[in-house]
């Protein structure tokens, strides 16, 4: 149960090629996130809460612009449909004139 559930916030489910691109784009954004906050800790004078922000928030924010992105290539992909299915409609009106 447990696994499942961090499987989900892993990984996006969606059954569209670019989905997988845009998957794998989110978890290396994440890491580097995580490693630059972690770097930034260390090795530089940043404020402590920005690095914090970058190790804590950033992935959540990535996490809402990938889904973002997914959900404009599903209205994309839906927009298609409509305009496939309203094509072939006209054909049929004219077709029957």
């Known amino acids: 149960m447990a696994g499942e559930n961090m499987k989900n916030i892993l990984i996006i489910n969606d059954n569209f090629i670019l989905a997988k691109v845009i998957n794998v784009i989110y978890i290396l954004a994440v890491v580097c996130s995580i ?14 809460v920005v690095c914090l922000f970058f190790i804590f928030a950033m992935p959540f924010i990535i996490r809402l612009f990938a889904e973002m992105f997914i959900v ?18 006209l054909q049929r009106e004219k077709a029957g004139e």
């Not at 490693?35 to 402590?48: C, E, K, N």
């Not at 599903?74 to 927009?79: E, Q, R, T, V, W």
């Open 35 to 48: 490693v630059f906050g972690v770097y930034a800790i260390f090795a530089t004078d940043f404020i402590l």
């Open 72 to 89: 404009l290539l599903s209205i994309y992909k839906k927009m298609q449909l409509i305009s496939e299915l309203k094509a072939k409609k």
